[in-house]
């Protein structure tokens, strides 16, 4: 049986850098291989890791391009909502309250919930005309 030697350096250990006074070279490692073949080169990376890399970002790309787009859509109907309201109609709530519209702001509306009683909401709080006066106006048509 026929031994073969060949040698190799050994780096610093992780999170320990090589100190000035352990010299400029590091003590060479005994590699061994038996029946003359010569020592094992370090495997290289299999081909393809990339695209698995890339795969699950391909897959969530377009659907956080459906949700913005969604939200996008739902806001504009909302907005639209908002807009074909006028004084005195039967607006909805998003807390379920229905009341009657009363003044429209830049940024807040005055309704009132019961007869004497008005609250002064967020425009983003009103969902639009309550469903059975919209039901109503349909009927009548």
């Known amino acids: ?3 073969t030697l ?5 780096p610093p250990a992780p999170g320990r850098p090589a100190s000035e006074d352990e010299g400029a070279a590091p003590a060479p490692q005994a590699v061994v291989a ?3 073949a010569p020592p094992a080169a370090p495997q290289a990376a299999p081909p393809g890791g990339g ?4 795969l699950p970002l391909l897959l969530v790309v377009p659907l956080v ?27 909805l709530l998003q807390s379920g309250i229905v009341g009657k519209l009363l003044e429209k702001g830049d940024r ?24 059975a006066e919209a039901a109503a106006t349909l009927e009548k048509k």
């Open 108 to 131: 807040l509306y005055k309704i009132e919930i019961a007869p004497g009683v008005k609250v002064d909401v967020l425009k983003s709080t009103v969902l639009g005309k309550d469903g």
């Open 65 to 91: 391009l459906l949700m913005f787009w969604s939200s996008r859509s739902q806001q504009k109907k909302q907005r639209a909502a908002q807009e074909a309201l006028q004084k005195g109609d039967r607006v």
């Open 1 to 3: 049986m026929r031994l």
């Open 6 to 10: 060949a040698f190799q350096s050994i």
């Open 51 to 54: 695209l698995m890399g890339i």
């Open 34 to 36: 038996q029946d003359g």
